[in-house]
């Protein structure tokens, strides 16, 4: 995730609803993780930010 956050094994997709704004990804058979993409303040880099990791009921 650190290298892309894209990577097809990783499933990345947008949410919608209450987590609109957020990405969503796989972490394993039923791990996911719910992140967002900010930028870094003058650098103009990119972080992730996890906001929370589960099974897909508990996070979403």
Do not use: Q
Request: charged fraction near 25%; include cysteine; charge should be negative.
């Amino acid at each position: 995730m650190a290298e892309d956050a894209f990577a097809s094994r990783l499933t990345t997709h947008r949410l919608a609803g209450v987590l609109a704004g957020y990405y969503g990804c796989s972490c394993g058979y039923d791990c996911r993780i719910v992140f967002t993409i900010e930028k870094r303040g003058r650098s103009g880099g990119e972080v992730i930010v996890l906001h929370d990791v589960g099974t897909h009921d508990e996070v979403y």
